[in-house]
Nanobody
Framework: VQLQASGGGLVQAGDSLRLSCATS????????VGWFRQAPGKELQFVAT?????HYADSVKGRFTISRDNAAKTVYLQMNSLKPEDTAVYYC???????????????????WGQGTQVTVSS
């Protein structure tokens, strides 16, 4: 299984970015695919995940939208109304067996991409 994250960059507060996670080596439709982020000096934080349903962290609900293209085996994270506190390295993650009650736990995901930096200036 390989995950390739892309789309990060430097933007101003209020701007938008779209992250992409291109996957290979997996039966895409069976996998939870999502995003975690890590700001400097802070722990990994769940952002969103998707399989048949979507799940979001409260801090991004209403601003971020996760979606998937099964034909392209790619997951997208559309991030709108970005805030400086969204600044972090964003990691794409995947796993086929995720306990729903623990899907916000990074230990549920065995496959991780390389990360893409998102920086939001005020």
């Amino acid at each position: 299984v390989q995950l390739q994250a892309s789309g990060g960059g430097l933007v101003q507060a209020g701007d938008s970015l779209r992250l992409s996670c291109a996957t290979s080596g997996l039966t895409f439709s069976r996998y939870y695919v999502g995003w975690f982020r890590q700001a400097p000096g802070k722990e990994l934080q769940f952002v969103a995940t998707i399989r048949s349903h979507t799940h979001y962290a409260d801090s991004v609900k209403g601003r971020f939208t996760i979606s998937r293209d099964n034909a392209a085996k790619t997951v997208y994270l559309q991030m709108n109304s970005l805030k400086p506190e969204d600044t972090a390295v964003y990691y794409c993650v995947a796993d086929a067996t995720v306990i729903l009650s623990a899907l916000r736990d990074p230990r549920q995901y065995n496959y991780w991409g390389q990360g893409t930096q998102v920086t939001v200036s005020s």
